[in-house]
């Protein structure tokens, strides 16, 4: 079994993985456990929105560094949650 050997910097780590490959150490790291979380299926809506809209949200949504489809979902979701904190 190969050990992994203690770096003194990230540059010699990184020469280090340059000519070696991970397989050979495997038995030297650690893993988690990975829990599945099952969401709900998805359901695609079509509705129409003004140009200028979609290019804002697009705009919005690069700069947050998401796809604009999953900013309004967020956006969709926080209107619906404050609509429940009313009820």
Known sequence: MKRI?????????????DT?????????LEFEDIK???REP?????FRIER???EKLKRLAKRLKVPYTV????IIDKA??????RI
């Open 5 to 17: 050997p203690r770096f003194e910097s990230e540059e010699e780590e990184a020469r280090f993985w």
């Open 20 to 28: 070696h490959d991970v397989t050979d150490f495997l038995d030297d």
């Open 36 to 38: 599945f979380v099952r």
């Open 42 to 46: 998805l359901t695609t809506v079509s």
């Open 52 to 54: 200028r809209k979609v």
């Open 71 to 74: 900013l309004i979902r967020e």
């Open 80 to 85: 619906l949650s404050k609509d429940r904190a």
